[in-house]
């Protein structure tokens, strides 16, 4: 079993930055693909970035590339999402997960593909 705790979130004006953290429970935590997801009110949940075990390979959202980074350090069990220049339409409840498979193909992009998910981390951005 993992259990995955996101922080980091907060209140930020247009232009500004966070770096959210998602620490992962678990002995073989290290080792699982990780993404990141997002949710605003009335919306569907949208894939943000994923990254592979060893954190060579990532993948962002055509809607944050170039503003948002995601990062690991398997020797904390954590992954990081760097978010700079955040707009008004970034704002949402932003999640992590993990996931007991490799990516194949583009499925890092399925949400249905993760095992476990965290509880969520609020990140509101003001114009």
């Known amino acids: 079993q993992v259990q995955l705790e996101e922080s980091g979130g907060g209140l930020v004006q247009a232009g500004g930055s966070l770096r959210l953290s998602c620490v992962a429970s678990?002995?073989?935590?290290?080792?699982?693909?990780m993404g990141w997801f997002r949710q605003a009110p009335g919306k569907e949940r949208e894939f943000v970035a994923a990254i592979s075990s060893s954190g060579r390979n990532t993948f962002y959202a055509d809607s944050v590339k170039g503003r948002f980074t995601v990062s690991r350090v398997n020797a904390k069990n954590t992954v990081y999402l760097q978010m700079n220049s955040l707009k008004p339409e970034d704002t949402a409840v932003y999640y992590c997960?993990?996931?007991?498979?490799?990516?194949?193909?583009?499925?890092?992009?399925?949400?249905?593909?993760?095992?476990?998910w965290g509880q969520g981390t609020q990140v509101t951005v003001s114009s």
């Open positions: 997960a993990a996931r007991t498979s490799y990516f194949q193909n583009s499925d890092y992009r399925e949400g249905d593909r993760y095992d476990y």
């Open positions: 678990g002995r073989t935590a290290s080792t699982y693909p």
